[in-house]
């Protein structure tokens, strides 16, 4: 064979191979079957192996900074075209270790958070979720240390353990009163945390909650909280005074341990259940209680329990000044002198 036909031979050998790996190549840059793809987003359709119900993002290409994140995606398959609510991860990290997001919006009709979906985005600096998202997945923002800014709606339920976890410039939290859970050490060591309101759907601060959030001085605890749990506020060493709910019946391990600055505990009321390591400060605190409230003969000696006041309190609050008789109710962001005791903050009573 000459030199002419063996270059045919491998000129025909290319264009056969080529054509023979056409279709692979065509079938990997198309979604798999139960995928597809709208703008930057790849998606899972769930559940897999019936008619899809939600859209789970499980890919981000885009070039990050803000990224506005479609609540429903509208999805086209034989003729007939559904839109289907969106969950952010299937299993999967979305945004994870993402160094370019700076900022996500998340469009209404959007339902879950899953778990570690922006874990460890450094650069991520705000957060705004819709109405229509329940449930905040584990580790959701962990490590997310630039994070200053979280606007939640008023649909959430649950927020997942160690869902903010070492968000250590996020200076608030509010939650609405929707949500009725937070998971173990949800918003552990977030180190820049200044004031906490639990809202007032929540019936339970979880273990570790708020632990090691050493710049932690406001805090409203929801007045649906029945428990407060071992290390829940452990390490909270900017606390100085803090008021337990009326419904509290029990407060575990090191709630409050080594808290400490921690020198006034204002019981709303009954005395309830603590363990001698509830309040490990007690050398500073002083437990103070309101007259008709009832266990306090058998309170520890540590930390002593004293009489709040014998009959009314005396509250300031901007612009007005007031008195309540104790019985009545009243929600205020106050200052409270009572027996030579003062307390600032918000205080429902």
């Known amino acids: 064979m000459d030199l002419l036909g063996l270059k045919y031979i491998c000129r025909r050998f290319r264009q056969v191979m080529a054509v023979g790996m056409l279709p692979a190549m065509l079938l990997a840059a ?21 008619p899809p119900t939600t859209a789970a993002i499980v890919r981000y290409s885009g ?9 429903i995606i509208v999805y086209t398959n034989a003729g007939t075209t559904v839109s289907l609510p969106v969950t952010i991860g299937d299993g999967l990290s979305v945004f994870s270790s993402n160094t370019n997001v700076t900022r996500i919006i998340l469009e209404n009709g959007a339902v879950n958070i899953n778990d570690f979906a922006f874990e460890d985005c450094v650069n991520l600096a705000s957060i705004s979720i819709p109405d229509t998202v329940t449930n905040i ?8 240390s630039n994070l200053i800014s979280v606007t939640f709606g008023s649909g959430i339920s ?33 180190t820049d945390l200044v004031s906490v309101d639990t809202g007032n759907g929540v019936t339970a601060i979880t273990m570790t909650a708020f632990e090691h959030c050493t710049s932690l001085t406001n805090v409203t605890i929801g007045i649906n909280v029945t428990n407060i749990s071992n290390n829940a506020f452990d390490y909270c060493s900017s606390l100085v005074n803090i008021v337990i709910p009326k419904n509290v019946t029990s407060i575990g391990d090191y709630a409050f341990g080594d808290c400490n600055n921690l020198t006034g505990i204002y019981f709303l009321g009954n005395a309830p259940s603590i363990t001698m390591w509830s309040f490990w400060v007690y050398y500073k605190a002083t437990a103070y ?9 058998h309170w520890p000696h540590s930390p002593p329990a004293v009489l709040w006041d014998p009959s009314v309190l005396t509250i300031t609050s901007q612009p007005i000044s007031q008195t309540n008789v104790v019985g009545s109710t009243a929600a205020f962001n106050v200052t409270i002198a009572c027996e030579g005791v003062h307390f600032s903050g918000p205080l429902i009573c």
């Open 137 to 144: 997945g584990g580790a959701a923002f962990q490590s997310c």
């Open 63 to 71: 070039p990050g900074g803000d990224v506005i994140i479609p609540g």
């Open 289 to 297: 209680y309101l007259p008709g409230t009832t266990g306090w003969n």
């Open 30 to 50: 198309l979604p798999a079957k139960g995928q597809g793809q709208a703008g930057d987003f790849w998606y899972n359709l769930k559940p897999s192996g019936g």
């Open 158 to 190: 649950t927020i997942g353990a160690g869902a903010f976890q070492y968000c250590t410039s996020l200076p608030n939290i509010s939650l609405p009163d929707s949500c009725n859970s937070i998971g173990n050490g949800a918003f552990n060591g977030c």
